[in-house]
T-cell receptor, first 115, second 111 residues
Framework: GAGVSQSPSNKVTEKGKDVELRCDPI?????LYWYRQSLGQGLEFLIY????????KSGLPSDRFSAERTGGSVSTLTIQRTQQEDSAVYLC?????????????FGPGTRLLVL | GDSVTQMEGPVTLSEEAFLTINCTYT??????LFWYVQYPGEGLQLLLK?????DKGSNKGFEATYRKETTSFHLEKGSVQVSDSAVYFC??????????FGSGTKLNVKP
């Protein structure tokens, strides 16, 4: 079956521009997660959605970052006024339910480069 | 805050060697613990998990035991294969839907 998909797979942008990253979770999965992986670093938890709600946004690095989820499905991570330190791989994952023991299924990631 | 520390790589082994990748954690509550693996050119996928102390997770010949007394979740395999070459990530969930990942350990297995 279809897994988690993300688009675009690669994005190059100029400093100061806005970017939108898209995640399509596995159909029927209620929980959706966004992570950032900088070069040589582990995954940094950004935000999660249960349905369309994001109960905890404290992982977002700054107020330039925002995320939404519509229809309990597709999610968009938006970075405004991009900075060079935003360059990273952005990963999305989904799970059937939210919960600490649930298995997450990861997408291939969007590689963002800010020049 | 909660965190995960895992051994730095790369780890290079010959085929059929014994593998240990160390992982220790810091958590205020009762976390669940995971090992995820990323094969070359693929996305992260769950390898195994343990949800409470003394649980042992196992899959594909890999094992890890949730040790609360040493706050560890070391990954082991008795005989690695070339196909096990990948990056391995230790992770915990704090019970509030926040997940913390280690920085990953790259394993290279030579024939």
């Amino acid at each position: 079956g279809a897994g988690v998909s993300q688009s675009p797979s690669n994005k190059v942008t100029e400093k100061g521009k806005d970017v939108e990253l898209r995640c399509d979770p596995i159909s029927g999965h209620t929980a959706l997660y966004w992570y950032r992986q900088s070069l040589g670093q582990g995954l940094e938890f950004l935000i999660y959605f249960q349905g369309n709600s994001a109960p905890d946004k404290s992982g977002l690095p700054s107020d330039r970052f925002s995320a939404e989820r519509t229809g309990g499905s597709v999610s968009t991570l938006t970075i405004q006024r991009t900075q060079q330190e935003d360059s990273a791989v952005y990963l999305c994952a989904s799970s059937l339910f939210s919960g600490s023991s649930e298995t997450q299924y990861f997408g291939p990631g969007t590689r963002l480069l800010v020049l | 805050g909660d965190s995960v520390t895992q051994m730095e790589g790369p780890v290079t082994l010959s085929e059929e060697a014994f593998l240990t990748i160390n992982c220790t954690y810091t958590a205020t509550g009762y976390p669940s613990l995971f090992w995820y693996v990323q094969y070359p050119g693929e996305g992260l996928q769950l390898l195994l998990k343990a949800t409470k102390a003394d649980d042992k997770g196992s899959n594909k010949g890999f094992e890890a035991t949730y040790r609360k007394e040493t706050t560890s979740f070391h990954l082991e395999k008795g005989s690695v294969q070339v196909s096990d070459s990948a990056v391995y990530f230790c992770a915990l969930s704090d019970g509030f839907n926040k997940f913390y990942f280690g920085s990953g350990t790259k394993l290279n297995v030579k024939p």
